[in-house]
């Protein structure tokens, strides 16, 4: 099925998309411009993205010691991609935007991500500038924001210092007010930032006039020390070039220095980088003619209050994840494609009939054998489940904006327990279906002749960028399920639970449904166990198996919704997607939903195995 085919069925068929459009923000859209959205970005991705993804793995970004040099074709793509309009989807018609509901606004993304992954990075610069719409004062929004959605500058994230990754609260970049006068700069608070930043994407290039960092950092206190932990993190507009209060560059470089490149496993058409801020290699004039006016020193500007950085930049982490999500679901569906395709054509050995094997008629496509149908529809559950969920998410972000106050507080908190699962889940298991693409490729997956290689390698990224794949099992598991009293997975069974009242009744489904509930039990019964001591060591320690099987638990139930959809759709007419719809659901229930025994049983047993294993036993 082509990917347009499944968006629509999952938008109109299964989330009633059009039903947003009866609502106040939404109502001058219809069909008719979600359509218009859907092909444009179905075009230019097919003509932008797509015939450079394996140029941009191939000619890495690299420095010539002035400039970051990229491929003209990712100039072409960023181009394109900020012609469309897609940079500011979801903001106001006044504000330039389209006013689009995110559900679109992500299924429309899928088409550049499965084209080409690593061409663009148009996310970070939304969601940079989206966070300003928030948090920003007026004319930060109307400098750095706006300039950021129209394509003239693009935007970065600094959070990562080389010793602080998972663990931001030992973020030491440092933030002291430049001048007596930092309080009154029209641009915000000034401050003048030191530090490093380690992994920033897209942190240094040609593609815009300008690049503007979002850069946590911490305010020394008056003993001169950095506050610690996370409530002592500020954020800052740091950007490239100083700009003036008519968002015009001054013809000044701030003192952003890149030290380097990062050489990457994959993704390699977005540019990666180790930046230092405020070493003294490009000075910057007193700007406020205050103490600190020596040179050294980023230019920075307050956003939101001192201590608020990090509350600020989880406000788009929601959207930050269903996007890595989506990423790696669409790299999936791309390795899925690849593998259909080669299945189909390859011919090799020949089916067993009740005398053995007839060597003299000729060899069968591989897709006739059983084991590679296998891997065909293991490839087909996780990543057609995968973006069904992401959309699910991505429809849940339109309710908490625009339902009733009921219905927003309910999304929001749904959203709270599932964000880690459209994080995690399609990051190990549509990394899981490129490795199998390979498989069905044989010898030839293993080489770069075909794309799969590359898209496995372009996903190795999801399970350890925007929270590593344990970090999220940490946060479902010792926060997000037991929030508010447990009021969010309370929600999700009742959800569940509504799906597996209707399957029931659906001869075809009825065994799925109670599968499900089955299955939902083993997980709340192991959530109870975890805590059952009260210990978070105990209960954490299993944290990875836990959340793989809440996660395989959450697409069963997707995947049993989507089938009641195909179903009551093929009762009026007869699809053949929808047969591998309910295929696919099957071999997930068959196949998949029994794995989580083995992952909750050490949850619930608090099992120290790993916790206790002595370091001089390794
Ligand atoms: C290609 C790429 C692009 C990136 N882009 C950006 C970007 O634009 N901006 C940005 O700020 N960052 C970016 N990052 C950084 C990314 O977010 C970090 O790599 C990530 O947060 C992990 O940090 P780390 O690499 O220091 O690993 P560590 O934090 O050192 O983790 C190493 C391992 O230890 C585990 N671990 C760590 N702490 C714990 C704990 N307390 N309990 C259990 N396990 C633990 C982790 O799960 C992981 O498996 C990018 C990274 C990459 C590779």
Redesign the pocket.
């Known amino acids: 099925m082509s990917l347009r085919s499944t968006l629509e069925f999952l938008l109109y068929q299964w989330l009633d998309a059009e039903s947003l459009n009866r609502r106040p923000r939404f109502a001058d859209h219809s069909r008719e411009t979600f359509d218009a959205v859907l092909d444009t970005c179905e075009r230019i991705a097919r003509e932008k993205y797509a015939p450079f993804n394996r140029l941009v793995d191939t000619q890495e970004p690299r420095f010539d010691g002035d400039q970051v040099i990229l491929p003209q074709a990712t100039h072409d793509a960023q181009k394109a991609y900020a012609e469309s309009g897609m940079l500011s989807a979801a903001q106001d018609f006044e504000h330039g935007g389209m006013q689009l509901p995110y559900t679109i606004e992500a299924a429309a993304n899928a088409f550049f991500a499965m084209a080409s992954v690593s061409i663009g990075s148009g996310m ?1 610069s939304t969601g940079n500038a989206n966070l300003l719409m928030v948090h920003g004062t007026p004319l930060q929004k109307e400098v750095f924001a706006k300039n950021e959605f129209c394509g003239r500058f693009s935007g ?5 210092e080389p010793q602080a ?3 931001l609260s030992d973020v030491a970049t440092r933030a002291t007010p430049d001048g007596e006068d930092y309080a009154q700069d029209p641009l915000g608070a000034r401050y003048r930032l030191r530090g490093n ?1 380690m ?3 897209a942190g240094d290039h040609e593609l815009t006039e300008n690049i503007i960092h979002l850069v946590l950092a911490k305010i020394p206190g008056a003993d001169g020390q950095l506050p610690t932990g996370t409530r002592g993190i500020s954020l800052f507009i740091v950007p490239k070039k100083l700009v003036n209060e008519a968002g015009v560059l001054t013809g000044e470089r701030n003192d952003v220095a890149l030290a380097g490149l990062n050489h ?1 496993l994959g ?1 390699r058409g977005t540019v ?1 980088t180790l930046l230092n801020f405020g070493e003294g290699k490009y000075p910057v004039r007193s700007t406020g003619g205050g103490l600190d006016g020596k040179g050294a020193g980023a230019v920075g500007y307050l956003v939101g209050q001192p201590g608020e950085g990090l509350r600020c930049m989880f406000h788009m982490m929601n959207e930050a994840r269903i996007g890595v999500g989506i990423a790696a679901t669409m790299l999936g569906l791309a390795g899925y494609e690849a593998a259909l395709d080669y299945a189909k054509s390859r011919p090799q050995g020949r089916p067993a009939g009740p005398a053995g094997k007839d060597a003299t008629q000729p060899q069968v496509p591989i897709i006739e054998h059983a084991d590679v149908k296998r891997m065909l529809l293991a490839q087909k559950s996780y990543c057609e489940g995968a973006l069904a969920l992401e959309l699910y998410c991505a429809r849940l972000v339109d309710e908490q904006h625009s339902g009733t106050p009921e219905a927003a507080d309910e999304a929001r908190l749904l959203l709270e327990v599932l964000t880690p699962i459209a994080k995690s889940w399609p990051s190990e298991w549509c990394l899981e279906a490129n490795s199998l693409a390979i498989q069905v490729h044989g010898g030839y997956g293993y080489t770069r002749d075909f794309p799969v290689e590359q898209y496995w390698r372009d996903n190795r ?1 999801n399970m ?8 999220q099992a ?1 946060d479902l598991l010792g926060r997000k399920v037991l929030m508010e009293s447990g009021r969010g997975l309370a929600l999700l069974e009742g959800r569940i639970q509504a799906t597996a009242a209707q399957a029931q009744q659906v001869a075809e489904l009825a065994a799925h449904a109670a599968a499900l509930t089955a299955a939902w039990q083993q997980v709340t019964d192991a959530t109870r166990a975890a805590w059952a001591s009260g210990k978070p060591g105990d209960a954490l320690a299993n944290a990875v198996p836990y959340l793989q099987a809440f996660g395989h638990a959450v697409l069963a139930w997707i995947w049993l919704d989507v089938a009641l959809s195909a179903q009551r759709q093929n009762a009026t007419q007869s699809i053949a997607a929808n047969v591998g719809r309910t295929r696919a659901a099957a071999y997930f229930y068959h196949y998949e939903l029994p794995k989580i025994g083995a992952w909750l049983q050490v949850v619930a047993n608090r099992d120290l195995t790993c916790a206790n294993m002595p370091e001089d036993a390794f």
């Open positions: 970070l970065t994230m600094c959070l990562s990754g998972s663990s930043k992994w920033i994407s990457k993704w990666n990224l350890i960028h925007e929270g590593t794949h344990g970090i940490m």
